[in-house]
């Protein structure tokens, strides 16, 4: 199988690594892709948010299953026009993306199918952001409407705060604040059935102790030794199944991948936001310990033939990755600074730990930092406490100047 991945972040190098250790597929193409994903695939330009382009992308290169990895394009239609040509995608229509892509929709959705969620408002003037905070009253959680690369919530005990992010934007959501520990559910779906992946957590903000900004994530780990062993089955009875039927009846089927980012609370489970692709950096974690090839698994989902697939392997190990991001991040970054170390790693911590790429690039022979977040440090132990060495210890190994990264990914679920 010829597989092209349209993305260039951690998340895409992580799907790259785990497709090319699938024996089907003989041929791994990304674009654009990362210096690191580089190793594992044929890198290629183009505009990921012009459907047309992808598409003739595809076609040239013969590609029979088309994997699309972040949420812009999707919801821009780009899984529309590779699907209208007749190439196999991965990934919900612009349409069905619209449940990571306005949270009102998804709220309308959850509505429909009775998914427990947040109870909120959609507010367009003061006046109404205004009644929505006196409602809820504090923790303030503000929302943009529209997409945000996981930076456009704002939770807050200060009043003026959360008006003032409400004024920043066209529309926006205010909801209830949701207590209880975050978890992140992956289903695959083809638009009718649904087969859940392993649970994850990830660590939205961006410093040690869950302060400072929200960020796109700053780490993750998998297995979650806390969790009610019926909370997949759960998720799927009350979230995933629901909203995949509700979709449907909608006449807008949602196949690719169903990202529940839920709070589990003292009132149960409640979704606290859907997005329409994979979660990074949970991917990283997800897929280290997914054993069934991935390649058949997107391939089934994309053609609707998920019903026939063998259940899902995983393997009993954990997994934690840290994100190595750089200076100032999520504010503006500092980007073309050289990496030093990635090779040590390769060396010395192979095969349990090893650097996925985020924002890098090839400057001559050298490896730069070339976004916000730049690795995904990623490692697998029997328990999360071997994981979480294996994976600080790597980090240890690399040199960014001005890099960040936090220092606690794991250390609770672990008892560290
Ligand atoms: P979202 O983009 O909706 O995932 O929100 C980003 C982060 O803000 C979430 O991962 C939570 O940590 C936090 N958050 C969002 N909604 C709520 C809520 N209703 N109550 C508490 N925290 C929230
Ligand atoms: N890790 C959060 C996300 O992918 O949205």
Redesign the pocket.
Known sequence: MKVLVIGGGAREHALCRSLSLDPDVTALHCAPGNAGIAEVAELHQVDALDGAAVTALATRLGAELVVVGPEAPLVAGVADAVRDAGIPVFGPSGEAAQLEGS?AFAKDVMAAAGVPT?R?YVCTNAEEVDAALAAFGA?Y?V?DDGL?A?K??V?TEDVEAARAHAAACDRVVI?????GP?VSLFAVTDGENVRPLQPAQ?F??ALDGDRGP?TGGMGAYSPLPWADPKLVDEVVESVLQPTVDEMRRRGTPFSGLLYA?L?ITSRGV?V??F?ARFGDPETQVVLARLKTPLAGLLMAAATGNLADLEPLRWSDAAAVTVVVASHDYPGTPRTGDPIIGLDEVAAQDAPHAYVLHAGTRHEGDAVVSAGGRVLSVTATGTDLTEARDRAYRAVARIRLDGSQHRSDIAAKAAGA
């Open positions: 949270k947040a909120s923790p959680v929302k945000a996981g456009g919530v939770v909801e209830e604040y949701l207590d975050e990830d939205k903000r929200n980012g709070a409640r606290i936001e997005n």
